[in-house]
């Protein structure tokens, strides 16, 4: 690898981490300009990509999505559905299952936030040929993989020393 090779990679590792950092950045104003705990904004664009993927969550695998206990869970449920975000909705053929589902309300709030992000990426998108578009694609599908099962491997080895990494 070349010094100019290197280079690149390190601007582009440095690249991902300031994305990283500035969607964290939006994530917490979005939280507070909501009054929602940062953890309930996370638990509520879960459930927005849940539905959106065809797919509502339960109360337990938003847990296991956003990473809280039980009880945190059902603290953050209770939040969102007293600020009228979501709502929760028991199976018809299983009584005890209850699944998650987004409020119109708690949709218009997520538009109005994140509409004009998505207006901005829009312009950045259509600069880029349909191959450009797939290799960034295939990139960032990788580089997510990669972070996810980093991310598992840590928690792993964290629960398997009793404490953290």
Do not use: C, I, K, N
Not at 101 to 126: C, I, N, Q, S, Y
Request: charged share 25%; net charge negative.
């Amino acid at each position: 690898m070349t010094d100019g090779d290197r280079e690149a990679r390190e601007h582009l590792v440095a690249l991902l981490q300031a994305y990283a950092d500035e969607a964290g950045r939006l994530g917490q104003a979005f939280a507070a300009g909501q009054g929602l705990h940062r953890t309930d904004a996370q638990a509520l664009l879960a459930v927005l990509r849940a539905e959106r993927a065809g797919a509502a969550l339960t109360p337990g695998r938003l847990g296991e999505e956003v990473g809280l206990s039980s009880g945190a869970t059902t603290a953050a449920v209770d939040r969102l559905e007293r600020l009228g975000h979501l709502h929760r909705v028991r199976d018809d053929v299983d009584r005890r299952r209850v699944t998650l589902h987004h409020d119109p309300a708690g949709a218009d709030v997520g538009r109005a936030w994140f509409g004009p992000l998505a207006a901005r990426l829009d312009a950045v998108v259509a600069d880029y040929s349909p191959d450009e578009l797939a290799l960034v694609t295939r990139f960032l599908a990788g580089v997510v993989d990669a972070v996810a099962r980093h991310r598992e491997d840590m928690a792993g080895a964290a629960t398997a020393e009793g404490g953290r990494p």
